[in-house]
């Protein structure tokens, strides 16, 4: 089931044709124009957008680096007492795994499938 678009929605767009076949038709080089300007102001905007979004993501990057090498710092520093190592290796706790008992003693019979 296809919902059919807002009248108003549709009006316009019939209207936005009607106006650009017209400029085509009698004023083509107003057109370029026209499309030239709003094409150099989009363009302009888009720079500005990226321009602020790259700021910002450059001090949010700062400041993450920042706090990285703050923690990383921490657990990097040198102790000035060499701590032992151990010599035992410690053991491996024994799985919990079950063994659950078949019929193992039976064989089949594979004479009838």
């Known amino acids: 089931m296809r919902r059919r678009p807002f009248p108003l929605i549709t009006l316009l767009i019939v209207f ?3 106006g650009f076949s ?3 038709w009698n ?3 107003q057109l370029l124009k026209q499309v030239f300007l709003i094409g150099l ?3 302009v905007f888009y720079g500005i957008y990226k321009w602020i979004q790259r700021q ?3 001090r949010s990057y700062q400041k993450a ?3 990285s090498k703050k923690l990383h710092h921490q657990k990097t520093k040198p102790t000035s007492k060499k701590q032992p190592r151990p010599t035992a290796l410690k053991k ?3 799985t919990h795994l079950t063994v659950i008992e ?3 003693g039976k064989k089949k019979n594979r004479a009838s499938f």
Request: charged letters at 25%; hydrophobic letters at 45%; proline letters at 4%.
């Open 92 to 94: 491996k706790h024994a």
């Open 41 to 43: 102001v989009a363009a």
């Open 22 to 24: 017209y400029r085509l």
């Open 65 to 67: 680096v920042k706090q």
């Open 56 to 58: 910002s993501f450059s």
């Open 102 to 104: 078949g019929k193992k």
């Open 27 to 29: 004023d083509p080089m």
């Open 16 to 18: 936005a044709i009607v």
